[in-house]
């Protein structure tokens, strides 16, 4: 579902949240600026994943943060498009997908320079590969976020892909293995 996050300052103080309803919420929380905002698809995983980033600058038991200027230019630049923290939840499976493929790589050039042989190197490349898949199955996250920062199934479809994924990486490296 579709809303907004935006990044306030109330007095040298600053707030990330998600709302669905913008002007409701700014005058709700009345604060003195309101420094960016975005529309995005899934508000919830953009917040946790700015939270995470600046975790050490929350202040504990409120949700406010402690934010240098250059780290109030750093967050800005994440609202936009441009910014370098992924927007949604698929993004995290293709950055999982990226380090299965940094690891399968890596894999096959070790294995062949050890000399386990072409297929052997194949088949424990695929394992190896299947390690970021399996992370992502267990916490739900390959490192974006705090999961304890999304709603409670939001992490589910993550959850099942990894898994699927992981079986399928898993029973290739089964089936070369025993094929060679």
């Given at each position: 579902m579709s809303g907004y996050v935006y990044l306030i300052r109330v007095g040298d103080l600053y707030r990330i949240?998600?709302?669905?309803n913008l002007e409701k919420k700014i005058k709700k929380l009345?604060?003195?600026e309101l420094l960016t905002s975005i529309m995005t698809k899934e508000p919830e995983t953009l917040e946790a994943r700015l939270l995470r980033k600046y975790k050490s600058q929350r202040i504990p038991e409120t949700g406010y943060?402690?934010?240098?200027?250059?780290?109030?230019r750093e967050c800005k630049k994440q609202f936009e498009l441009k910014g370098s923290l992924p927007h949604t939840?698929?993004?995290?499976?293709?950055?999982?997908?990226?380090?299965?493929?940094?690891?399968?790589?890596?894999g096959s050039f070790i294995?062949?320079?050890?000399?386990?042989?072409?297929?052997?190197?194949?088949?424990y490349?695929?394992?190896m590969a299947s390690l970021?898949?399996?992370i992502l199955f267990i916490t739900g996250s390959f490192g974006g976020y705090f999961s304890e920062d999304l709603s409670l199934f939001s992490l589910l479809t993550n959850r099942i892909k990894g898994l699927f994924i992981a079986i399928a990486m898993l029973?290739?490296?089964?089936?070369?293995?025993n094929l060679g």
């Open positions: 949240g998600k709302t669905d009345k604060p003195d943060l402690k934010l240098s200027k250059r780290q109030i939840l698929d993004a995290e499976v293709s950055i999982t997908l990226f380090a299965s493929f940094l690891l399968f790589s890596l294995f062949n320079y050890l000399n386990f042989g072409f297929v052997r190197s194949i088949s490349s695929f394992g970021p898949m399996v029973s290739m490296a089964y089936l070369i293995f």
